[in-house]
């Protein structure tokens, strides 16, 4: 049975702090993985990643894909109250195809 | 640029009930992925339209049908709910032209009592 598995479940960090989300995976078929950041309800796309050692970045979050060990680490540096959200990593089988997510972790950001 | 729309925001409905849910992709898109979320949860994929055919469905019974319209809008239809069925109905739009990346609306939120 395919299975995406998200590590924390949740976590509370400061201000400042730097934050490391985990993502495994064991899928049948993979292309590609994607984060979503969902705050209330839409789940807002962050990063697609399909190569293997490639780091993505945009401003303070950056993630990276090992798909040889099958997981991957989304890092949020010098968090911001802003960053409080669920954070939610999904597998993708083929180009077009179903999204299979994990349960996602809730990251609370204190001032 | 209007993104992904649904509509109603919230719904309650009685066991044995039937809904319509509806979703309006973002402009340029012409796939529709709708996704149930149980709190506490990662959204489940349900199904996916493309050129008004369901392409591909998860492991949802068929009591869960959908329609796609020429204009690429899309509606759920969920027939004698059940209690279990209470979550978050999220739709997601698409283009493989352009990325083929999902972009999500903001939910209907299904209450069944």
């Known amino acids: 049975e395919d299975k995406v598995v998200q590590s924390p479940l949740s976590l509370v960090v400061h201000e400042g702090d730097t934050v490391t989300l985990n993502c495994s995976y064991e899928?049948?078929?993979?292309?590609?993985l994607l984060w979503y950041k969902q705050e209330k309800k839409a789940p807002t796309f962050l990063f697609m990643l399909t190569s293997s050692g490639i780091e993505k970045k945009s401003g303070r979050l950056s993630s990276i894909l090992d798909n040889k060990e099958l997981f991957s680490i989304l890092n949020i540096t010098a968090t911001q109250t802003g960053d409080s959200a669920v954070y939610l990593c999904a597998t993708r089988p083929d180009s077009w195809g179903k999204l299979q997510f994990g349960a996602g972790t809730q990251v609370v950001v204190t001032p | 640029d209007a993104g992904v729309t649904q509509s109603p925001t919230h719904l309650i409905k009685t066991r044995g009930q039937q809904v319509t849910l509806r979703c309006s992709p973002k402009s340029g898109h012409d796939t529709v992925s709708w996704y149930q979320q149980a709190l506490g949860q990662g959204p489940q994929f349900i199904f996916q339209?493309?050129?008004?055919?369901?392409?591909q469905r998860g492991n949802f019974p068929d009591r869960f049908s959908g329609h796609q319209f020429p204009n690429y809008s899309s509606e759920l239809n969920v027939n004698a709910l059940l209690l279990g069925d209470s979550a978050l109905y999220l739709c997601a739009s698409s283009a493989l032209a352009i990325g083929n990346e999902q972009y999500f609306g903001p939910g209907t939120r299904l209450t069944v009592t």
């Open positions: 339209y493309y050129e008004e055919e369901e392409r």
């Open positions: 899928v049948t078929n993979f292309r590609s």
